[in-house]
């Protein structure tokens, strides 16, 4: 079942006051998200936005370890694609704010990579996809998590970050949106993720 993200305006929570390599990760997913976006259109321009994942990756981390993070990047999406038991919303690029999915997805791969307890990376792995595809998003999402900090960046921790340990399913986590951002009018056009082997390395 393909994945479906949707690059939506603003939500509520600052990109600005993460930790820096929290920072990394939301701007680099969002780039690779608008590759397999532009890519999904037809578009010429899949290219650009996945090396403008590289190199918000290479200026945080280095060029080596920038790499890396790229590479767990695309498998952890691409985990994604394969269990989402819903559509994610992804904001664009120019977005100063996190969507709720943005928060989930931050959320679990700061459990991942700090090594929170199973049930915990578990509960939060399920809020994004099927059961059976748990463990393996949990395995991608401690892979990233280590390229991101290897370098002594900070990812932060998960308290006041996604969905709360034990939060049922249905209940609803984005609140009222904000004015939106002059430059985040984009029409919300939903993305449907093609296999990571069609995407480009």
Known sequence: MPMVF??????????????RAAQALIVG????????????????????QWESTWNTFAASLGPSQGRVATGTLAAFVAALAVGARRP??????????LSSDERALLALV?????RRSA???????????????AQPLIIH?????QAL???GLEIGATAALGPPFGTPLEAP?????????????????????????????
């Open 110 to 114: 700061q459990c991942a990579a700090l």
């Open 29 to 48: 997913l969002r780039g690779w998200v608008a590759g397999w976006r532009a890519t999904a259109r037809g578009d010429a321009g899949a290219e650009a």
């Open 149 to 151: 900090t290897a370098t």
């Open 173 to 201: 986590l984005e609140a009222p949106l904000e004015a939106p951002l002059e430059a985040c009018q984009d029409e919300a056009v939903p993305l449907v993720v093609p296999p990571l082997s069609e995407a480009g390395d």
């Open 6 to 19: 949707s690059l939506l305006p603003a939500s509520h929570s600052p990109l600005g006051s993460l930790p």
């Open 141 to 145: 999402a401690s892979d990233l998590g």
């Open 119 to 133: 049930a915990e990376c578990r509960a939060r792995a399920i809020w994004l996809v099927r059961g059976e595809h």
């Open 88 to 97: 994610l919303v992804v904001r664009p690029a120019c977005c100063a704010r």
